[in-house]
């Protein structure tokens, strides 16, 4: 290469390494430029910015994010898991309102959820500036106006007080949660149960918040239920008859249930049913066929028609009538004999045949005169007396007469029919204490001159009938009944009867007979 060329790559590189360092100075020297404000750098939060993040932490229930925007972080944590903790709070809406002029505090609103009610108030937050930032000055008025680091907020429920008594005052159910738990000492079935959770749903239950120092002493209530008090619900159940009837129907074998009336005010003292017998209120509401209980009826209807309690009448083994035949229980058979030995010894075949004699009208009216085609609304349950239709066909009227064919009625039923013959007046079923029955369908009671003689058949039951076995409780007068169903081969078993102001109707499905219901009765009216 000539000198001349030499000297031309010499200038050209030289050049380019001038460029080169130029250009890397250039390069270095953007590098150390900051960036825009507007690619990175935060935008300031004002106090307004930080008050809203702040009330939704508090709304979502993260104490600890709304700590951590205030002042003083460690201190608001304590009081503000404090203040949750203490109002067993649901849920929380705190939403910012008005900021003043100078933007150093704002008005909230803070709106909690307690499960028993709600609970609102307006307050005040303050803001303040650390290192060039907006935070909220932690003060525990801020929660609430008069909360201090010494007090806190509490929650006062009804937890534990009664929601159903019996007649006497005496609880049956306690609040517990949301629901009800029986009180000590009570046996719970379903139809109680419904009660509990009708009284519970009626009985409004006080609550409160209430200011309190560090001891634990109330201040000042703050707010609630203002002006409620967890008043419950009186039954007119008596706790020691529905204790008494509870256990007497657990001990039968099968389903069982049991009614008791007072008769002189129609209170239902007791209403029990086991475990076998479901969930159901079948006590109240169930409709079977009443079997020979239902000669209380025919009876009535019979004296009423002119037969005396002393008319003397057949009662064979069997008897045929129309297309009928109808058996006495074990085929057993009297000579000829008064109507009053005939209801003691419940013949079958006396009572189809009186009841085939009567007009079609005759045994759905004395039905009514005994309550068992009236209707009643009683608040918390619902009932069902019975159904009794004029019978025109002679063949419905046979098997009527015995509690059979289409009769139906509920032991509630039974049971007002029982009390009707004791007091000697209609009655309208009470439940509660402050809360009237509705009378749908009313009824008036038979004559006094049904009624005499009734009383007394009714005691020969158990002196000389089907009902011996009760003669050493008292003096009880009453009724047995066996009822068949189906298809003839199952058969309930009934007792209902009265002693003094307790009238009462036990039911045993498919018992066989009326001995397992004796036997219940028997045992409840041990413990009463």
Not at 127 to 152: C, E, K, M, N, S
Request: glycine content about 12%; some cysteine.
């Amino acid at each position: 290469m000539t000198p001349a060329a030499k000297r031309w790559v010499l200038v050209i590189a030289s050049v380019a390494v001038v460029a080169i360092v130029a250009a890397a100075v250039v390069f270095l020297s953007r590098g150390d430029e900051p960036p825009p404000a507007s690619a990175t750098a935060p935008i300031a939060e004002g106090p307004r910015e930080i008050g809203t993040r702040y009330l939704a932490a508090l709304s979502g229930g993260d104490q600890r994010a709304a700590a951590n925007l205030t002042d003083d972080p460690a201190a608001a944590l304590a009081v503000l898991d404090a203040v949750r903790a203490g109002l067993n709070a649901e849920r929380l809406t705190a939403k910012l309102g008005e900021q003043d002029p100078g933007g150093s505090s704002a008005k909230v609103r803070f709106d909690w959820q307690l499960g028993a009610g709600a609970w609102g108030y307006d307050s005040t937050i303050e803001f303040a500036q650390r290192d060039g930032r907006w935070l909220v000055h932690w003060t525990p008025a801020q929660i609430h106006p008069q909360l201090t680091a010494d007090r806190r907020l509490a929650f006062k429920g009804a937890e534990g007080s009664p929601v159903l008594t019996d007649r006497d005052g005496k609880p049956m159910f306690v609040r517990e949660g949301n629901g009800t738990k029986p009180a000590d000492g009570v046996r719970v079935d379903p139809l109680t149960s419904r009660l509990a959770k009708h009284a519970a749903d009626n009985a409004p239950a006080a609550w409160s918040v209430e200011l309190r120092d560090a001891a634990g002493t109330t201040l000042e209530k703050l707010g609630g239920a203002e002006g409620v008090e967890a008043e419950p619900l009186g039954s007119t159940l008596s706790s020691g008859m529905q204790q008494a009837a509870q256990q007497a129907v657990d001990t039968a074998g099968g389903p069982a249930m049991l009614v008791a009336i007072q008769p002189s005010t129609g209170q239902v003292l007791a209403m029990a049913q086991n475990a076998a017998a479901g969930d159901q209120p079948k006590a109240v509401s169930g409709l079977y066929p009443p079997g020979s209980t239902f000669k209380v009826v025919t009876a009535a209807a019979a004296l009423e028609a002119g037969t005396g309690p002393d008319t003397v009448l057949d009662c064979p083994g069997e008897a045929r009538i129309g297309t009928r035949t109808i058996p006495n229980d074990d085929r057993f058979s009297l000579p000829p004999s008064p109507l009053h030995t005939a209801f003691a010894r419940s013949c079958n075949t006396t009572f189809a045949r009186l009841a085939a004699d009567l007009p079609a009208d005759a045994l759905a009216g004395a039905a009514d005169r005994f309550g068992l085609n009236a209707d009643f609304d009683v608040p918390g349950i619902a009932t069902e007396t019975g159904k009794v239709e004029p019978y025109g066909d002679q063949a419905q009227r046979v098997e009527a007469g015995i509690g059979q064919g289409e009769v139906l009625a509920s032991p509630f039923g039974v049971a007002l029919m029982t009390a009707t013959v004791a007091s000697g007046e209609a009655l309208t079923p009470s439940l509660w204490r402050t809360a009237e029955t509705g009378l749908i369908t009313g009824y008036e009671a038979p004559d006094a001159s049904v009624l005499g003689p009734l009383r007394v058949m009714m005691r020969e039951v158990v002196t000389e009938g089907t009902a011996r076995e009760l003669a050493r409780y008292g003096e009880v007068r009453g009724k047995t009944g066996t009822a068949q169903f189906g298809d003839g081969r199952g058969a309930h078993g009934w007792f209902t009867g009265y002693r003094g102001d307790l009238a009462f109707a036990v039911l045993v499905e498919n018992a066989g007979s009326s001995g397992p219901a004796l036997k219940v009765s028997g045992r409840f009216l041990s413990g009463v």
